[in-house]
């Protein structure tokens, strides 16, 4: 989770809600979820400090328009849409009964925008880094055992037993996550891994892949636009010089090139791993069958190439490249198409970094290294909703609007997102949190959202988890953990990462809620190799050591997705505040450290699914008290 610099405050006058939990269930413990903040900032303006600075900065740069991301007041979302569009906005994407709109306006309206009437929150628009949390020690590492085939389920290496999650599966072995989904929101998940293949029970594990960002507005070079029309007669059709062979009939054409500097990063503009980066790929669109063919080694025959529809319809997939098989690394890398009719684009599917792969694995993995090593909820499946680019970071509205998606149409029962950063005031007034708010509601869905990697002082904990209803994930680890994982030694038998995002909100909101095991050794593309800390052991490719509340988060996730497979299969509620109240509930306070760095403390899978067969009912009891910071 990305966070830079030291973060600045701004004045704002608000009010702090403090919410309380009431229940039936005897003997538990209680403690509040985060406060939520019912005013705006200082004299009346619903545009914070951050987005002043990147009006200031449109405005310098000369930008007609820029893009705000709008919560309507409740059931106002058509009368937000007329408003704004009254002042020259036009709507890009909406959801009505969220109350979201992505509007592009004048930039010189904005802040007329961000005071109509129908309007509960605005946020401009922007890319947010996302953090590759690739650890480095700060001693010598002494040698360690790797992890592989022989490495149980309970292992320091990806700390299931921290949680209870590995104990929990053992004592309730159909418990295991299966039956249930879990949106992985970030950077897009390797369909090659073998460990992401299939689910405990044979299923497939991976069951809709798709990317969010917009095809025009983002700046995103796997979207290819497919404004030509072409017509194949006799087996081929000649455009720009060139001659291919395609079935005869009327398509739209595009190509992709991997040399295009925005596939760097990870990537390194070689997307077919032929150690070079000059591949132009032609993309065939069959508009009526709603197929893709993708000539992927540039040999103008398009002919030959699958024919692929989207992965969310067919679940069909397909590979840049042909492997080596004397290598340890895969020369190939997996995509899938996806189509967007009303803007005439294709989009080809692809990992924009190892940062999702991993984070799924930590969740859901099955059958690591060929053996039993495993991620929390080995039975679960997945959908991989990519928001990220190869270079920039991620767009705020892909982190919403894929939010959506993974919520609302495919319609998951847990999500992971382990993406975010510091605002200057991380109080949760902003848009995007009170619509994440009201989608956890809408949907039945709970977030598990990383707290950050800006500790270790107070009030570091970031956006958007901050918002009141996700429950925000700080990082701990155990001296069995920084033995394996970094070769060096601990003298606390437990404890939180210096890094971990501490608490409380800025007005007050109790953050994080929880913590849980913030380094792992996880899966990640199999294109890629090995990453583990330098002089503990080596990895194979498709396998790193990460740490960071990008890892602490999806463990939290996985055991989630646990609670609810139990809960589906024995007939027990779990709506997202019963989950939310059985986790911090049963947490257990880590010694030596305060609530406001690690909430409720570190989450026990058993102990919160005795509370959670319960059926508790939670009731908000609410007091507020004005907050100038």
Not at 195 to 217: F, N, S, Y
Not at 439 to 461: D, K, R, W
């Amino acid at each position: 989770m990305a966070a830079h610099g030291t973060p600045r405050r701004f004045r704002r006058s608000s009010t702090v809600v403090l919410t309380a939990l009431a229940t039936a269930v005897s003997g538990a413990l209680l403690l509040p979820p985060a406060a939520g903040a019912t005013g705006g900032a200082a004299g009346g303006s619903r545009l914070g400090a951050h987005d002043d600075e990147l009006l200031a900065a449109a405005r310098r740069d000369g930008a007609a328009t820029v893009t705000l991301l709008v919560a309507a007041k409740g059931g106002a979302a058509r009368d937000a849409q007329q408003q704004l569009e009254q002042l020259g906005g036009v709507v890009r994407k909406q959801d009505a009964a969220l109350g979201y709109l992505r509007v592009a306006l004048p930039t010189g309206r904005a802040k007329q925008a961000a005071a109509l009437s129908a309007v509960q929150a605005v946020d401009l628009d922007e890319v947010v880094p996302l953090d590759e949390p690739a650890p480095a020690g700060s001693q010598p590492a002494t040698p360690q055992t790797p992890p592989g085939a022989s490495t149980p389920r309970a292992n320091p290496y990806l700390p299931l037993q921290d949680t209870g999650a590995a104990a929990f599966t053992a004592a309730h072995p159909t418990w295991d996550g299966r039956g249930t989904t879990i949106g992985i929101v970030d950077s897009g998940i390797d369909l090659a891994h073998p460990a992401l293949a299939k689910t405990t029970t044979g299923e497939t594990k991976i069951v809709d892949w798709v990317t969010a960002t917009d095809p025009v507005t983002d700046d995103d070079p796997s979207w290819v636009a497919m404004g030509q029309q072409v017509t194949a007669t006799g087996g081929t059709f000649t455009t720009g010089g060139r001659t291919y062979t395609a079935p005869d009939g009327t398509y739209r054409f595009g190509t992709l090139r991997e040399g295009d500097p925005r596939f760097g990063g990870e990537a390194e503009n070689d997307l077919d791993r032929d150690g070079d980066t000059t591949d132009v790929f032609a993309l065939l669109w069959d508009t009526t069958a709603d197929t893709v063919r993708v000539d992927r080694d540039s040999d103008l025959d398009l002919a030959e190439e699958p024919a692929l529809g989207s992965f969310t319809r067919t679940r069909q997939s397909s590979v840049l490249g042909v492997d080596d098989p004397s290598t340890p690394v895969v020369e190939a890398l997996p995509y899938v198409v996806q189509t967007d009719g009303k803007d005439k684009a294709v989009n080809l599917g692809i990992v924009s970094g190892a940062h999702g792969s991993d984070v799924a694995g930590i969740t859901a993995a099955n059958g690591m290294f060929g053996g039993a090593m495993s991620g929390a909820a080995p039975g679960a499946k997945l959908v991989s909703v990519r928001v990220c680019l190869w270079i920039t970071g991620c767009t705020s509205h892909a982190l919403l609007e894929g939010m959506i998606y993974a919520a609302k149409t495919a319609n998951v029962d847990v999500i992971n997102m382990s993406i975010g950063g510091l605002p200057a005031l991380n109080d949760a007034n902003n848009a995007r949190a009170l619509l994440y708010d009201r989608l956890i509601e809408q949907s039945n869905v709970q977030m598990f959202i990383s707290a950050g990697n800006s500790g270790s002082g107070m009030n570091t904990v970031g956006d958007p988890a901050v918002a009141s209803k996700v429950l925000a994930v700080g990082s701990s680890v155990t001296k069995e953990t920084w033995a394996s994982n970094y070769g060096s030694s601990s003298s606390q038998d437990v404890g939180l990462h210096g890094y971990s995002s501490r608490g409380p909100r800025e007005d007050g909101g109790f953050k994080p809620e929880i913590v849980a095991p913030g380094s792992a050794v996880s899966t990640t593309p199999t294109w890629q190799p090995g990453g583990p800390v330098g002089g503990t052991y080596a990895l194979p490719p498709g396998y790193s050591m990460f740490n960071g509340t990008s890892m602490a988060s999806p463990q939290a996730a996985g055991v989630g997705a646990l609670l609810v497979s139990a809960a589906e299969q024995a007939g027990v509620q779990r709506q997202p505040a019963q989950l939310r109240q059985a986790l911090t509930s049963s947490a257990r306070q880590i010694p030596g450290y305060g609530s406001y760095e690690q909430g409720a403390g570190l989450i026990d899978a058993e102990r919160a699914w005795q509370l959670l067969r319960q059926n508790a009912k939670p009731v908000d009891i609410t007091s507020s008290v004005p907050v100038h910071s």
